[in-house]
């Protein structure tokens, strides 16, 4: 009875994109490796018929571990005194993006903690150097809460998408995670002035952060199918040794496997990233999150004297590699389940998606 009454949410989700609040719950609740299954199943035709066999990179350039925040569960959160820091500098920055560029990314991801040497000024510089180098590429940066007046400046130098995780979307939830100087409105009123200055945008959560119930995570997704995000990245949380969160359980691979079908099925063109830290929980982890359903790879191109600085989690992967290695891992390992890295900006399909929705079920 129950996996009949599982079953026939999977199918309303596949064919009208939306549920209650009730019915996620639901249906996170329903868990299976059935259901999963056919979730999987459901999320990869949907896939395949806007995006193919592709799957988009992104090259990932983590330009400082400095932060002013201190979120509980972030390794390079300010209290944490055993953190090396690092920043990277200009000159160093766009040079990883002219050795990913030859590499064949048409994306660079500007990532770093919130450092207040990135001003707008060093920032704006850093975009408009990377953009004129590369006209073909896109830039997306994913540098933490800022101004509206900010986000202005950044987007009119050049930056094309920007990726803030909303982290959760029940506000208590929110403050559990951080601490009384961050706030859940800040947060939302961020991805709200970034949507509005013309930016894709990119929201997200980990899976299994700590105080997290299905009933938080069923709010995420309906704050998903309510916000239309271009991309979301999603995770499984996993403890850092430094943090408050350090005993803490890490997320799942099957849960976060679950949403990744669930969310492409609620907004079936979304860029869907098969984190890092989905790599990093499982050695097969990256390919399990594209046969549920994601479409994007976010390969490192950060200096590799820098790497291990950048210690989100506990045992992350990829430390050690050059950005070549990294590809060409990636490269073998999208091969060897039937898919292909390909040379593209990799910017949504939104009408491509809807289209092809609509000529399958006239
Ligand atoms: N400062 C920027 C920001 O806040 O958006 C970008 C850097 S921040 C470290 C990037 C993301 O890492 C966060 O949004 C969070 O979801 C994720 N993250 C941080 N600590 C993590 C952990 N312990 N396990 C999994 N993901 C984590
Ligand atoms: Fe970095 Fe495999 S993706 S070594």
Redesign the pocket.
Known sequence: MEKDRIKELINKLAAEHSLSLEEYEMLIDGYSSEAAELLAEKAVRVRQSVYGNSVYTRGLIEISNI?RND?Y????RKSNRKCSRYRLTEQQITDCADAGHELGFRTFVL????DPFFTDEVLCRIVRRIKQAHPDSAVTL???ERSRESYRALFEAGADRY???H?TADKEHYEKLHPAEMSFDNRMRCLQELRETGYQVGC?F?VGSPYQKNADIAKDLRFIEDFHPDMCGI??????KDTPFADRKAGTLEMTCYLLSIIRLIYPPVLLPATT?LGTIHPLGREMGIKSGANVVMPNLSPVTVRDKYM??DNKICTGEESAECRGCLDRRMRSIGYELVIDRGDIKRDRAYNEERRISD
């Open positions: 932060c979120c569960y972030c390794g390079i990532q770093g903690g919130e994913s540098m933490g990726l803030l995780r982290e997200g980990m995770g499984p949380f996993i403890p850092h830290a989100l989690y």
